[in-house]
């Protein structure tokens, strides 16, 4: 038995969709058929559902990217797992054909293996990883699943939501989003505290002022 060339390999790895050699090879969810075809590229496949988009604004319908036949519902549909799951199994023979390029536009990495790309997009790289997560990749944000590109998600939006600045008076972080009307209602009691400690002082100033001119008297 003769043992399956090169070619025979690429051929294998070869993208339902864009017919590229796979880079990061994902098969269909759906049905047993589409378990059993070729792979697809992981950002082919998102593209294709438009998964980088908010559900609402996904097609209601369409055919599985698998060739199967089956109706697919982006739009109803949460969670990517429902639409590919990893052919990690693949990603030995993936690596054969050399390093795996970042799909991202605007990123240029090329990473040495399968798994250090599934690294650089999801974000779990580590000490031994060349790149770091790629900020054209899409995620959500931990603290509130807000989806945008990871640039926006870990800078502006985090800031402006999520980080918090310490209160020196309430010995407590409050949040940069309530910082100002934070600031406003200290602002306003310390108005009123300076007018009443101006008062009281007058106060005493006043009867100790009394006290000694009838001494004097």
Known sequence: MTEPNLDQIRETLTCLICQDLVTLPVHSMCCEQAAQMNPGCLSCVRSYYEL???????AQHKKSWGGCGCDMYPSSARSASRFYTHTRQLD????????????????????????????HLN??????DKNPACQKAMCK???????????L???????QNHSNIYCRLCDRQV??????YHYNYHAKHLTDFQ????????NIC???NAVTTSSTA
Request: charged letters at 35%; aromatic letters at 10%; proline letters at 4%.
């Open 52 to 58: 980088n988009k908010r559900a609402i604004d996904r």
């Open 92 to 119: 030995m023979m993936r690596n054969l054909f050399g390093p795996s390029k970042c799909p991202n536009e605007d990123c240029i990495v090329a990473c040495k293996t399968t798994a250090e790309l599934r690294r």
């Open 123 to 128: 974000g779990q790289v580590n000490s031994c």
């Open 141 to 151: 944000c931990e603290y509130c699943g807000f989806f945008g590109k990871r640039e």
């Open 153 to 159: 998600v870990k800078g502006d939006h985090y800031l």
């Open 175 to 180: 949040p940069y989003k309530d910082a100002q």
């Open 195 to 202: 007018k009443d400690f101006d008062r009281v002082k007058a």
């Open 206 to 208: 006043s009867r100790s």
